[in-house]
């Protein structure tokens, strides 16, 4: 069924359709209609879960983790200030190996308070042990979080999928719902590879010394580099079942550009029209937008950007007295590539709006070989 | 066999279930009352019964991985979630049709009344089914004996050395649940584990919130030899410092009553904590004692038969009572 809804609202809808059986979440701008429709689909039967009201994020991520650990599938949605305040429950969810799924979106951190859209917050989140999805569009986070669920499951990790404030959040776009049966089929009931038991007691993440410890987060990492062939195979099978592709990343008019734009979450449909003007205007540009943030897609990456002319990141972010954080591993992932220019644009924190006309500039002043390393582009001084 | 024994001829028997889930081997001090806390606790809830431990000494006294001394399963959780851990561990066993199993938040002290108490009030106002048991050594004690909101009036911690010893009054936690109108709330004291079985088995009859707070001694932290642990917290109770009641849908009852007075500084003397007290001091204490009855015994109502004690206090005493106890020095 296809339907025009909001960012937000598809989000309750992916909760729905993946059958999540215990919902604890908190209301924060931009998020709250995902909330309040999961509420109503509650309370109308339309969806079998528990709603557990809590007083705040850090209890919400707390709530989830729990749940998973009875062995349910567990779901929450926030924003910003709320997904910082979970950040010590992001690690407990990662450590404890609890496959929850968050979707979040993209909202400026306070002072001062904004409600519009960049992505500090959950670049913030970065270290914490999560799978991170950056969508460009709704149909993006709808299927991003059905995929999410299936990719967490198999490899008890838990999954981040990211969506700009109001570009998304509040933007009404034709979403594809999915059939419920074809769902059940991709993602079926989730089966706990361990779980809280009394039949079958044990205990979970007590007392551990350096002679234990760094062995359980080498095998989250061990888990992680299995993450991107699980990823592979789930975005076949959803192609299969669903007819829309996902790749980790998405390259778009890259093969033959010489120019390279790298973009995520809503600038990279923006980069797509400032790619098709650039080539009308004689400019071989072409964009490759990271979907999958965590883990970094390094082999995609190089694959996609070895022998451009030269590459402009895109940041909405910033890592203070660092540098924009989508560059910082573009960068690091192009170590071998020592004589490949790669550009650094910070653009659009706060929710500024960033236009197809700010993207072509970008593109030539990389063309040029401008950057200040990085350009604050469109700053006011 | 065990455990029966002879007093002035006539058989006893005791109630308290023979069944173990807390196996030997634990990390805990010699004389800690709260390993006995959680002994007793567990023969009450048997074994389909799951733990959300945040931190605190019994992520320590459970034992170092792989090894447990529990035999039910348990949850460690960050400090702040013991009551939001549990509501998930009970939403998603509820889902899965698994809400027989009981589901407890065991905390200590500082992660019910400071850090938890937030996710605490949210699962009571929200009325989650989730059984929450503090148990209530007085101080942070896994890091080393600093003062919480349960420090009593007066006690020495590392984080309140005299002369600023602790001045303000211990956090009254189960009138802050009987404010959330909780369906059950009750004290309970490691020296009496009958008392305390009555109640958790009542606990977990209920279905909804429920708070249970045991005091527990702790020999390092309140300076008392080990040996001692029983008698030390027994006095809590029958100074009336820390009384034995229950609070059934707003309804005060004592489940344990005091009849002959025993001064507060019996309690007082044999701790190192407090060592420091003048008996001007002492007195303010005995007087916030009083108080606490008092009002207890109003809430109960009963008649108070203490209630000639809370006169003859000077107005020295008075001047420093009640809020922020402070003795100027002379
Ligand atoms: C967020 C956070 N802050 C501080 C700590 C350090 N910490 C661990 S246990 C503890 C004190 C626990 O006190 P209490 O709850 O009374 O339990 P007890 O140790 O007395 O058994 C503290 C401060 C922590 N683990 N997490
Ligand atoms: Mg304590």
Redesign the pocket.
């Known amino acids: 069924m296809r339907k025009v809804i909001t960012g937000n609202h598809t989000v309750s809808y992916a909760a729905k359709i993946t059958r999540s059986e215990v919902v604890a979440a908190y209301p924060i701008t931009p998020q709250t209609q995902v909330v309040e429709k999961i509420s109503s689909f509650c309370a109308d039967g339309e969806m079998d879960a528990i709603f557990i009201k809590v007083e705040s994020e850090h209890s919400a991520c707390a709530a989830c983790i729990g749940a998973s650990a009875a062995g349910a599938r567990a779901f929450t949605a926030t924003s910003s200030q709320g997904l910082a305040l979970m950040h ?1 429950m992001l690690h407990w969810a990662a450590n404890a190996r609890t496959p929850i799924v968050i979707a979040n979106i993209n909202r400026a951190m306070g002072p001062p308070w904004s409600i519009w859209t960049d992505q500090n917050d959950s670049l913030s989140q970065r270290d914490t042990g999560w799978i991170h999805y950056y969508c460009e569009g709704n149909q993006d986070v709808l299927d991003s979080i059905i995929q999410a669920f299936k990719v967490s499951e198999t490899v008890s990790v838990p999954s981040l999928v990211i969506l700009d404030a109001f570009f998304l959040s509040h933007t009404s776009e034709p979403v594809d719902l999915r059939d419920q049966k074809l769902v059940d089929k991709f993602l079926p009931k989730y089966e706990a590879k361990w779980k809280l038991d009394p039949k079958d007691p044990h205990t979970y993440g007590g007392l551990t010394g350096p002679d234990r410890y760094y062995e359980l987060r080498y095998n989250l990492q061990k888990d992680f580099l299995r993450v991107e062939k699980v990823m592979d195979k789930v975005h076949q099978e959803f192609k299969e079942l669903f007819g829309r592709e996902y790749g980790r990343v998405e390259p778009f008019m890259a093969d033959d550009a010489e120019i390279l734009l790298v973009v995520s979450g809503t600038i990279s449909s923006t980069a797509k029209q400032a790619v098709v003007d650039a080539r009308e205007a004689g400019l071989k540009l072409g964009s490759l937008k990271i979907r999958v943030f965590r883990p970094f897609p390094f082999d995609l990456v190089k694959k996609y950007l070895k022998g451009k002319k030269a590459i402009a990141v895109i940041d909405r972010n910033y890592s203070f007295g660092g540098e924009g954080i989508f560059y910082s591993e573009v960068k690091s992932a192009m170590y071998d590539e020592p004589h490949l220019p790669i550009y650094s644009y910070i653009a659009g924190l706060g929710g500024r709006d960033v236009a197809v006309k700010d993207i072509l500039a970008i593109a030539n002043l990389a063309k040029e070989g401008k950057c200040d390393h990085p350009t604050w582009w469109g700053v006011k001084l | 066999m065990r455990p029966s024994h002879l007093v002035g001829g006539k058989t006893m028997k005791t109630t308290i279930p023979k069944e173990e889930l807390v196996y030997s081997g634990h990390l805990a001090c010699q004389g800690c009352g ?1 390993t006995l806390a959680m002994r007793y606790t567990l023969k009450a809830l048997g074994q389909n019964t799951v733990y959300s431990v945040p ?5 320590v006294i459970d034992g170092p991985f792989p090894y447990t001394s529990l035999q039910i399963p348990l949850f460690h959780t ?3 979630t013991a009551a939001s851990m549990a509501s998930g561990i009970q939403a998603g066993f509820a889902i899965r049709g698994k809400g027989d199993i009981n589901v407890v938040a065991w ?6 009344v400071d ?1 938890g108490i937030q996710a605490l009030s949210g699962m009571v106002e929200r009325g989650d089914n989730v059984l929450y048991i503090c148990y209530d ?1 007085e ?5 080393g004996i ?1 003062r ?1 909101g349960s420090t009593p009036v007066g006690a020495w911690t590392t984080t309140t050395p005299p002369p600023h010893f602790k001045k303000s009054p211990k956090k009254d936690m189960v009138a802050i649940m009987v404010a959330h109108h909780i369906p059950y709330t009750a004290t309970g004291n490691i020296a009496y584990p009958e008392d305390w079985i009555k109640k958790v088995n009542k606990a977990k009859e209920i279905v909804g919130p429920k708070y249970l707070q045991i005091l527990a001694s702790c020999p390092p932290g309140w300076k008392h030899s080990s040996e001692i642990s029983i008698e030390v917290v027994r006095l809590a109770t029958s100074t009336r410092k820390w009384p034995l009641y229950e609070v059934e849908n707003g309804n005060y009852k004592f489940t344990r009553m005091t009849r002959k007075f025993v001064p507060v500084s019996e309690f007082l003397k044999l701790q190192g904590r407090f060592r420091h007290l003048t008996e001007e001091e002492i007195d303010v204490i005995q007087l916030l004692v009083e108080e606490h009855w008092a009002d207890l015994c109003a809430k109960a109502g009963i008649e108070n038969q203490f209630a000639d004690k809370l006169e003859g206090y000077t107005e020295k005493v008075k001047k420093h009572h009640p809020q922020w106890f402070h003795i100027e020095e002379d």
């Not at chain 2, 931190?55 to 992520?59: G, P, Y």
């Not at chain 2, 101080?139 to 890091?143: C, I, L, P, Q, R």
């Open positions: 010590e | 709260a931190a605190c000494c019994w992520s960050a400090f702040e905390a200590g002290d500082g992660g019910t850090i050594n101080a942070y004690m896994n890091t600093q919480s």
